[in-house]
């Protein structure tokens, strides 16, 4: 089955023409099968938006998800497992705050992913799914277990993930990619690369302890992968060191530039779509305004009106006593008496609102969908980082100055005001750092989506293109850390330093005994 089939030309010339065009073209449609390891809507959309990619390019996608469109797409299979998944949407501070802590964020992600896998693994859709169809590919979320590898396995077929974030540091061993953490900043750092003898140290020390707690957590993913495909089945780790291709929502002008594998492939900036033209209201909102915008958000995950009460009085507070405009998202509506030059709402066109000329500042909890936003349109962002990568998201836009970061633990009225008066005071230096980040940003020789086919017809035609991965898979650890070599040299310089040892005393030794002699 074509593509761009050629039935439908009749003239010589033209299929002499559509020859020559062709080659370039020309591709199997795929029949690809994905999951969903987490439901959580900005871990979706990035893997909806690569779906939908590979839908409009052509290939037939059955996914298995608790998100669903609504709507029939052509080429496009829900399997529908909204029963069986609890959401990540919009949840209590608290909860978001003890869970997604950076001690506690693998363990709860690693928890919640298994979870998936145990449940999906056990629905007879799932296995109607894998049985009524041939699949030529297998997509899921690189996250935190890689138990749903076994899918890849039992159907023999290749493997490619997909980060919501950037790049998780607890698999580089898995991958057998290890970035050197002097100066490559792992997923929880708070800084774009460690400048100074303590963030070395707290780098390293993340490294270590993100790899640690991982094989820690996931040594129950080869126990599930045995319970449902079968008692022989390799280890889980194993079984995802096979995985073809990763996509990375990053990108190395905004990560920093770091030694990465060909199979390791940047889409940042995946789910930004075209801005459209703002609702009446909110332009009328903007365009009013005696002295410029701020737009504020915290994100979908996390129900700003649960948030601690000395977090709120400082917003409120804080953004009543500034001559700007603010647009905040804000769930409810019990602020009480809010300041004239503050619009809430519950939700906002927040792509288009950042693209607005007149927007002048980005609050953000630095969730990576806002903050790529944000570099899109060059708009400058004071961060307030909560949980998971957001930290590292918001040094990064710190490092190339487009914007400030503020712990919201010490976060008060005062701090808030302060930060904010300095960027708007400062507004053409972090402006114009904010456009050259996204002229960098933007300048590429391939869009993400651009990427992803050419990426993914590309790991398909080649069978799983394993001649991609690093021949470091292959070593045991003593043998990539050259443990082996450093022993036998250690061991040889030991040899020889205790050899001269008892060489010279001997020698002197026996010196000494003639010297005595002749004395004598
Ligand atoms: C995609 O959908 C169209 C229309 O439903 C169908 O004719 C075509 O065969 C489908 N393609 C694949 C690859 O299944
Ligand atoms: C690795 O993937 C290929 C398909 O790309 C498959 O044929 C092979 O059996 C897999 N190996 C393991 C160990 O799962």
């Known amino acids: 089955m074509s593509l761009f089939g050629t039935r439908a030309v009749s003239s010589m010339w033209l299929l002499v023409l559509s020859l020559l ?17 987490l439901a959580a809507k900005s871990h979706w959309n990035v893997l909806d938006t690569v779906l939908q990619t590979l ?101 023999q077929i290749p493997q490619i993930l997909v980060t919501a974030s950037h790049m998780n540091t607890w698999y580089h061993d898995t991958f057998a990619s290890h970035t050197n953490p002097a100066y490559v900043s792992t997923f929880h750092s708070g800084f774009a690369t460690p400048s100074n003898f303590v963030q070395r140290f707290m780098n390293f020390y993340d490294y270590l302890y993100s790899h640690l707690v991982y094989k820690w957590v996931d040594r129950e993913a080869t126990k599930i992968g045995r319970k449902y495909f079968g008692p022989d089945v390799p280890d889980a780790d194993t079984v995802m060191k096979n995985t073809s291709l990763v996509f990375i929502n990053g990108h190395f002008t905004v990560d920093l530039p770091k030694p990465v594998l060909p199979n390791f492939v940047d889409i940042g900036g995946i789910h930004l779509v075209p801005p459209k033209p703002l609702p009446q209201d909110i332009k009328q909102f903007i365009d009013e305004s005696p002295n410029g915008v701020i737009y504020f958000t915290f994100g979908s995950t996390v129900k700003m009106d649960t948030a601690p009460l000395h977090i709120q009085k400082a917003f409120v507070e804080g953004l009543s006593g500034i001559s700007h405009r603010v647009l905040w998202k804000y769930e409810s509506a019990t602020l009480g008496q809010l300041p004239d030059n503050v619009m809430i709402r519950k939700w906002f066109p927040q792509r288009d609102i950042l693209n607005y000329s007149k927007v002048d500042l980005f609050i953000s909890h630095g969730g990576m969908a806002g903050v790529y936003e944000a570099i899109d349109s060059g708009i400058p962002v004071l961060g307030i980082p909560l949980f998971f990568d957001q930290k590292h998201n918001i040094a990064n836009v710190v490092h190339w100055g487009a914007g400030k970061m503020l712990d919201y633990n010490t976060l008060t009225n005062e701090t808030l005001v302060e930060a904010i008066n300095e960027m708007i005071y400062n507004r053409a230096k972090y402006r114009k750092n904010a456009m050259e980040l996204s002229k960098r940003f933007k300048d590429r020789p391939r869009t993400p989506k651009q990427e992803i086919v050419y990426w993914t017809e590309y790991v398909i035609k080649h069978k799983g293109a394993h001649h991609l991965k690093s021949a470091a898979l292959k070593l045991n650890r003593f043998q990539y850390f050259l443990l082996d070599i450093i022993f036998l040299l250690f ?14 005393k001997s020698i002197t030794h026996k010196l000494s005994t003639l010297s005595k002699h002749k004395r004598e």
């Open 21 to 37: 065009v062709l080659p370039l073209q020309y591709t199997q449609a795929a029949q690809i099968l994905a999951l969903v390891p």
């Open 491 to 504: 061991f040889a310089l030991t040899t020889i330093a205790l050899f001269v040892y008892i060489a010279t």
């Open 55 to 155: 839908v409009a390019r052509g290939h037939n996608v059955t996914v298995i998800t608790p998100f669903l469109k609504g709507r029939s797409i052509a080429n496009y299979t829900e399997v529908d497992i909204s029963h069986t998944l609890p959401s990540g949407i919009a949840m209590p501070w608290e909860n978001i705050m003890g869970e997604c802590s950076v001690a506690n964020n693998l363990p709860y992600l690693n928890g919640r992913h298994r979870f998936t896998c145990d449940i999906v693994f056990g629905l007879d859709e799932f296995w109607n799914t894998i049985r009524s169809h041939k699949f030529d590919l297998f997509i899921t979320e690189l996250l935190a277990s890689s138990c749903d590898s076994y899918v890849s396995h039992h159907l």
